[in-house]
């Protein structure tokens, strides 16, 4: 097989490569120290001389590290590049990008799949139940192994919208602004149910073996089955009639079961995909740390957001119905009740969930007058100061 | 075990018991021949001497012939018992109430774990792929059978709506009125979607065995799983919100992956009960009927309604996002175009799909007043023959 030539897109970061930061490792949310931990990052752009210009990426689920720009050896444009590069959203010249992968993943840090050093064996199970607070608080000596004291902005969808709030909620004096996209505080029982349908896919798959399947073939139909529900939240009734309708696909002999529809075709296209670059303990670790996760901490939210003086830009999605629109404006309204300079954007788009990676054009125009206004005042605040 | 004592409601039709129709066969939809069949029924109230009162009840997916009534074997209260019965809705002391099970289920009709005569083995997946409208013909014989020329109505919600508009389609002259409640004309690909996930979690037991496993363990993981997403499906993000919230069970030494929150517990507790009562063949087989049924058959659907002479009533909720009431709004209005007399509600529900089986007062008064003036013109119109 000969690999597919990428065509780079216009105003791209080139050729970039994941880095990889180790430190000793954290105190978990639980109360156990856990480590070693290696966080899998990448950065575009460079760091101004008075580290102010840092804008940090974070991802959803199944996301990686690689946000933007063409990865040599993965042969893949990152996740994001539409949005980051020369003159995007998140414009290059202006700003050093940096994308963090987190713990319990499977995309180059610690996580279920990797050695446990105490017995040289994958974790599997063994690897503590980790939080979305977790993956901020290793994110945080990322940060500061860069040098970087505040961030200019902390940004991402989705589950990545989560760890934005956790950053917030957790170290409010390390961020200057925060634009959770596609979100919620916490998850409502159809959030949790869609997860929790998925991690019982893996499970129920027998070469699942309680997780300890590293030595022999994985449990690749369950994770399929578990990202096929996933793909079907991902997008809207109307993204998916718009893309599929009822085509049909001709078979020559076609088993009785077999995917007719077009829709079909593509859910076990993708699901089969995921088992290629995917690993199914981070899939029930990752869901799990998001089921669990709660900004507000049992309290109403506004409170826990007293001590915070950084700006917030929320973004939802009309057609969105995994994360709806409500839970944005459950966000934006704690942020007004705190004090927060907050912004509150509905885009109206057609592609559910998925327009936080799809509506490019809305976004950078929203995020980029939400960067400069960020800029501005910090920079007013510089002179004043003098 | 002793089995727990169970009181029949207020204004019940009693005792029950299903009864059995078997026939030579019927040409499927395919143009194969198939039989012999055994449909399994059950009618509740008298049949008048003219015939003229029988209301043909129809199920969704996992529904049964046991619709009303307590039925002293299995010691169940009929599924639509709320709905059937002296005074209620279908009132028993006026019409003569018949449910139908369908072909290729497994609850006494012939289906997929059938002996088939031929092997003396069970079909499974040497059964034939059957339509909606198979299932519809078999109705047919069983109906004739009773005597009845006519049906006063025909209702029945999500696959039962479906099978309401493939009798008004296939035999316009047999039924006086159709009740099709939170149903489609055909299902939308996000329809499909939820099917085929359910289908591939089935497939993906390793105990599914290309469907050969009625002699050894059934693939009750994989049926679980399907029936898990059946579930979040039928409930809305309101409902779930309401009966769940983020309530978290307590347990002494908790797994890793254990279902912490109540909607997880729930879910697993479904899954698990539906394999002890649903064959997984035969929900492979339904699936693919429903996602098959078109009843338009590509073209518009008033089109197909032209001979129609039946009054129609359309009933969708609000807060039903697997059958969205744009869907039943399309049948009204088909029927609208057609000529047909036709009247489209929709009920402002909370509990998604699952609002048919549960909005039984708001039903009960569409569906009796429509009832009373159905048999109000027939009666007149008798007169007006005399």
Redesign the interface.
Known sequence: MTKEKIILPENNVGIVKTEYFSFNGITLESGEKFGPITLAYETYGKLNASKSNAVLILHALSGDAHAAGLHAEQNAIGWWDSMIGPGKAFDTNKYCVICSNVIGGCKGSTGPSSVNPKTNKPYA?DFP?ITIGDMVTAQKHLIESLGIEKLLTVVGGSMGGMQVLSWLVKYPRKVRSVIPIATAI?????Q???N??G???I????YWKSGNYYEGPVPA??L??AR??G??TY?S?IS??E????QKKNYAEPF??T??????GY??YR?DNFVKRFDANSY?YIT?AM??F?ASKGKPFYEVLKDVEAKALVVAFKSD?LY?AYQSKEIAKACKLSGIDATYCEIDSTYGHDAFLLEVAEETHLISHFLKKVVFEYEAKGRHDK
Request: charged letters at 30%.
């Open positions: 199970l139940l916490k998850h409502s029982p159809q949790i149910a869609f929790e349908v991690r019982q896919a499970m129920a798959d027998a139909k369950g399929a089955v096929m529900i793909h079907i997008m009734d998916m009639a893309k599929f309708g009822r009785k079961f995917a007719d529809f077009e829709v079909e859910l076990r699901g029930l799990k089921d669990n709660d119905w709806p």
